[in-house]
T-cell receptor
């Protein structure tokens, strides 16, 4: 089974609106971390936000928030007030405690922000 | 955040030649660096974990003799694609873990686009 699943290959959102990018994960490790990265066309991977499996509250970083639903094993990224510069690929990733060095990446979601 | 650089950013080479890609952590020491490969419109696939002063750990299916990794210092890891062939053309990205970061996240380099003719 895939560790990380991103079911939206592409998304469109109107500038200034909010958008949710879906991510579900699969692990039996009770301790894990979830990450979201942004990859613009230049190729660099930019860290956006982190959620630990034991964190009680959803993570937030500026316009980014993570909707963490542990029972559903989902970690959706919410981008509020979309900007044209948000157009990029977005990857969800997971790291498990028992394999601390290995990041499992999803297939990514291509977000296009329309003016 | 921590900065990771890669050199070169783009390389075109002839089939059969070897290509070396450098990955440097600029403002932190990285005992562990990672090498990923990304095909167009696909996700990142971990190739190997590079440990300073010891042999790299390769993922299943990655040829050790094909992709040579050296991590000679706490700030530099190199990936050498030996006897490159067109199927090795890809986007190669390195990352490094900073132990002082808040979440032990990996910081990624800007990537190297390799084209083998």
């Amino acid at each position: 089974a895939q560790k990380i699943t991103q079911t939206q290959p592409g998304m469109f959102v109107q500038e200034k609106e909010a958008v949710t990018l879906d991510c579900t994960y699969d692990t039996s490790d009770p301790s894990y971390g979830l990450f979201w990265y942004k990859q613009p066309s230049s190729g660099e991977m930019i860290f956006l936000i982190y959620q630990g499996s034991y964190d009680q509250q959803n993570a937030t970083e500026g316009r980014y928030s993570l909707n963490f639903q542990k029972a559903r094993k989902s970690a959706n990224l919410v981008i509020s007030a979309s900007q044209l510069g948000d157009s990029a690929m977005y990857f969800c990733a997971m790291r498990e405690r028992d394999n601390f060095n290995k990041f499992y990446f999803g297939s990514g979601t291509k977000l296009n922000v329309k003016p | 955040g921590a900065v990771v650089s890669q050199h070169p950013s783009r390389v075109i080479c002839k089939s059969g030649t070897s290509v070396k890609i450098e990955c440097r952590s600029l403002d932190f020491q990285a005992t562990t660096m990672f090498w990923y490969r990304q095909f167009p419109k696909q996700s990142l696939m971990l190739m190997a974990t590079s440990n300073e002063g010891s042999k790299a750990t390769y993922e299943q299916g990655v040829e050790k003799d094909k992709f040579l990794i050296n991590h000679a210092s706490l700030t530099l890891s190199t990936l050498t694609v030996t006897s490159a062939h067109p199927e090795d053309s890809s986007f190669y990205i390195c990352s490094a873990r900073s132990l002082s970061s808040s979440y032990n996240e990996q910081f990624f380099g800007p990537g190297t686009r390799l084209t083998v003719l």
